[in-house]
């Protein structure tokens, strides 16, 4: 049985090695989730981290198997707390990989609810570090139909290598 790797991310998605690269540089600096529309109140918290490694048949019959990374984030109003630290994330992703193997290049998803609204599932673009903060915006991730997202990467690709810059004077893009 072939089954399809589907450990690469979407373009707007980052994985958890490259988010931790980016905060050990900012380690002091309040990290700043960002989702539908509004920033975490400062007083939220990391309520879970998950790794999972998943088997699955596509809607097309292909095997699919991709390692996952799941982070829950609480998004409450905590007293006079401050957003955290970058390094106290950093410090609680490092306590949680002593007990849980965590693969620095999975599929990383963050599950955020204000404990009212149900849990919603978002997918991170890469951190900026701003005004002495670091941001995280945060997606919703979509559903999708991967045999589709595959031929439009594989005719995007056909079009690219006909349209591209060598292929100008070949007239394949006329």
Same mark, same amino acid.
């Given at each position: ?5 589907? +450990? ?10 490259? %988010? %931790? ?27 879970? !981290? ?45 306590? !949680?990989?002593?007990? !849980? ?11 955020? +609810? ?21 941001? !995280?915006? %945060?997606?919703?991730?979509?559903? +999708? ?30």
């Amino acid at each position: 049985m072939n089954v399809i790797d589907n +450990s690469k991310i979407q373009e707007n998605d980052i994985d958890l090695g490259l %988010l %931790l690269s980016v905060l050990t540089g900012a380690k002091d600096s309040p990290l700043i989730f960002y989702y539908d529309g509004k920033a975490v109140k400062p007083g939220y918290h990391v309520t879970e !981290v998950k790794a999972g490694q998943f088997s699955a048949l596509d809607c097309g019959a292909n095997p699919e198997a991709w390692a996952e990374i799941f982070i829950q984030l609480w998004d409450i109003e905590e007293g006079d707390r401050t957003h955290m630290p970058a390094g106290k994330f950093h410090a609680i992703i490092r306590k !949680v990989s002593d007990h !849980v193997q965590l693969d620095g290049s999975a599929k990383l998803t963050f599950e955020v +609810s204000d404990g009212v609204r149900p849990m919603q599932l978002y997918c991170a673009a890469m951190p900026v570090l701003r005004a002495g903060a670091v941001h !995280v915006t %945060l997606s919703p991730r979509p559903a +999708s139909c991967k045999p589709r997202d595959r031929w439009l990467a594989e005719e995007n690709s056909k079009a690219a290598a006909c349209c591209g810059p060598q292929a100008a004077a070949s007239g394949c893009c006329a």
